[in-house]
């Protein structure tokens, strides 16, 4: 490992052994890194075959879905699209609160100041559901500028009381357009019915102007519906010369993307989730993810895994994905975009989905590189003897491994980009994320410059490469909506939930890996007064965020002299919301270190990212198992893997194995172990060998 490890704040080892500081060459192929997931029965995980599960009338475990409630038929209050709003609030409401209704829209069209200063009127209660969606189209259709609320009054009778309100989204449109527009513009989101799904405004030549109203159409409706520019008679002859053939903005709803295809086999299940092994090289887990959801047409959320796995390495996992059926899934399989880089099988069908930590570890197959001595020397068995049995007695430091941080580019990493989403500068955090590396000429590197240069976001989307996802979904959101505050939240959300909390779980990390070595510099193996320990079972359950919520104490005074705990039962906490930290110097490390950064409790909830960190429990050693070594001899073009036709990864031949005291520089050294959860087998190589 080349890279400066201080980086990371991995600067202790918790062994100290001047015989074991060897060098080697890690990940010089990607063939040369193998992670296999162990999942939560024990079981290795392999890419074994591509057969299509039987379909059958009810999927796994949908007896133990609680039956539906019958539907009961309520009284409706008839109201049809041709009915007249104003006779309908007078049957409803009566006369006079319909007229109360009426002068206090007219306030809008006197003085809109009064209007707003007026906060709002009640227009009495109204109990029947039915009949209050009646009351709530009506209202808006004779007053655009209106929106009507419910609210649950504090007596015990909890009646629902309605009340009318000046729509101050309204005259951010008005801004923009006609008041005639405006108006259908605010009846079609409100008050549209499911025969007209599609609005256009009038024709406009004006680029700019189109663009700032598809932009705060996105910021206000976004989550409901789409704007594009429609252009008439584009691609076509025009029939009718006397036809205004200027461009006009056209809106629509969105349709579900959970909807099934036509003929798909399993198009009459419902909630049809799929099972599978996906097996992936020289790609990051999300990109791959991508890819899947690109080819198959669903969202990004629609996959769930139990973590992200290494890019340079070969690595296989199980996944989930919602609202594709195994048929639909496996025609994806030789997709050019897929077989370049990943292959899926060992298909199930599934009614969960998984969460970040649902794993029981990763079995890890590692080859290093000539492997010698610091000093270039030949290395003998019994140094690799006694390391490995050093390190199955003692463990190691659980550090997070580089792959937590990213890549070292520049003066930026992951953990700068975390904490400027900590402190709510999500434009900082943009252009943190796009800062090129000092000489830097490769394709991204480009593209990153020229926005840095330009900020011309067009120009940039089009130059970086297709293989970046999350700077190509940044630059999109920002092109869509704007470089505005809404503008730089609404990109960040187009990033996938797990790739927004990757970054702030790299800050976290890093403070962890700093208290982690301040830890071991002052008290060392000994455990002390007000260390934390765990009370609560291991198999806590994991939350959506992939931390396990134990419960701790602090260890006391009494138990230190008792010998009650050892350095094992130590764990340091992930910094959050819902946190104890340890009552001892430590603690204090952890206070010095937040108010550093800036960050206070309150900075773990990001609510304009929909990112919330409870904080979390992380054993100080990590404990490794079944650790074995052995020599591979090398001819330059031997690789980890074997010929297998279902992967259709091309490797050489199995190189024979030996285990001899034959001492060559050329040999390599092929490692096997397994660890926990969330451990890294970077970490465990640094540690065990000293690199």
């Not at 979904?473 to 609404?490: A, E, V």
Request: proline share 4%.
């Amino acid at each position: 490992m080349s890279a400066d490890m201080s980086v990371y704040a991995m600067e202790c080892h918790l062994r100290s052994d001047d015989s074991v500081k060897l060098r080697g060459c890690i990940k010089q192929h990607w063939t040369d890194f193998q992670v296999n997931e162990i999942d939560v029965n024990g079981q290795i995980v392999e890419l074994t075959g591509h057969q299509i599960p039987p379909l059958t009338e009810r999927l796994p475990d949908a007896e133990e879905k609680p039956p539906k409630r019958p539907k009961v038929d309520k009284p409706f209050f008839p109201l049809s699209v041709d009915d007249d709003p104003h006779n309908t609030l007078v049957s409803i409401l009566g006369e006079a609160v319909t007229r109360k209704i009426d002068v206090f829209a007219s306030l809008y069209n006197n003085e809109a100041t009064l209007l707003k200063e007026t906060d709002s009127i009640s227009i009495g209660v109204v109990s029947e559901k039915q009949v209050r969606v009646a009351v709530h189209v009506s209202v808006r259709k004779l007053y655009p500028w209106l929106k009507t609320e419910t609210v649950t009054s504090t007596c015990d009778t909890e009646e629902k009381e309605m009340l009318v309100r000046y729509d101050e989204d309204y005259e951010k449109v008005a801004k923009l357009l006609s008041k005639v527009e405006t108006d259908r513009l605010f009846v079609f989101f409100k008050c549209c019915n499911e025969e007209k799904k599609i609005l256009d405004l009038d024709p406009d030549n004006d680029k700019e102007h189109r663009q700032k109203v598809h932009r705060l159409i996105n910021e206000l409706f976004g989550r409901c519906s789409e704007s594009k520019t429609q252009v008439p008679y584009a691609g076509r002859k025009q029939l009718d010369r006397s036809a205004d053939d200027r461009p006009f903005i056209q809106i629509r709803f969105r349709q579900s993307r959970r909807k099934r295809k036509q003929g798909d086999d399993d198009a009459k299940l419902d909630d049809v989730s799929t099972g599978f092994v996906l097996l992936k090289w020289n790609i990051e887990t999300l990109g791959a993810v991508q890819r899947l959801a690109d080819v198959l047409s669903v969202p990004v959320s629609s996959f769930s895994f139990a973590g992200t796995k290494d890019k340079r390495a070969v690595t296989t996992q199980q996944m989930v994905v919602k609202g594709v059926t195994p048929k639909r899934l496996d025609s994806a399989r030789d997709h050019p975009r897929i077989s370049c880089c990943m292959r899926i099988g060992n298909y199930t069908r599934s009614t969960c989905h998984l969460t970040l930590g649902h794993l029981s570890g990763n079995r890890f197959t590692v080859i290093i590189r000539d492997c010698s001595h610091a000093d270039g020397s030949p290395v003998r068995d019994k140094v690799i003897d006694d390391a490995v049995s050093g390190i199955r007695r003692d463990g190691f430091i659980n550090y997070f491994g580089p792959q937590r941080f990213g890549c070292l580019l520049g003066s930026v990493m992951a953990f700068d980009i975390g904490l400027a989403l900590l402190r709510g500068n999500l434009e900082e955090a943009v252009n943190l994320m796009m800062k090129p590396a000092v000489d830097d000429d490769s394709q991204t590197g480009i593209a990153k410059r020229f926005y840095t240069e330009s900020g011309d976001l067009a120009g940039a989307l089009e130059r970086m490469p297709f293989d970046k996802t999350r700077e190509r979904l940044l630059l999109r959101g920002l092109h869509r909506h704007g470089k505005t505050q809404i503008g730089y939240q609404r990109a960040w959300l187009s990033l996938p939930y797990a790739a927004r909390l990757l970054y702030v779980h790299s800050y976290v990390s890093l403070v962890w890996n700093c208290m982690a070595s301040e830890r071991l510099k002052l008290y060392g193996k000994n455990v002390v007064a007000g260390d934390l320990v765990l009370v609560s079972p291991p198999n806590a359950k994991t939350s959506r965020d992939g931390s396990r919520r134990e419960l701790v104490a602090a260890v006391s005074a009494e138990d230190v002299v008792k010998g009650v705990y050892n350095i094992n039962d130590v764990v340091l906490p992930l910094p959050g919301s819902h946190i104890q930290y340890p009552s001892n110097q430590i603690g204090n490390k952890y206070e010095e270190r937040l108010k550093m950064d800036g960050i206070t409790r309150d900075h773990f909830h990001i609510e304009s990212l929909n990112v919330r960190l409870r904080g979390a429990y992380r054993t100080l050693v990590a404990q490794p198992s079944d650790v074995k070594w052995a020599w591979q001899q090398r001819d330059g073009k031997e690789h980890l893997l074997k010929n297998n036709p279902l992967t259709g990864i091309v490797c050489s031949e199995n190189a024979e194995l030996s285990k001899n005291e034959t001492e060559q520089s050329s040999k390599s050294l092929m490692l096997t172990f397994s660890l926990g959860p969330s451990c890294y087998g970077t970490v465990f190589l640094w540690d065990c060998l000293q690199f």
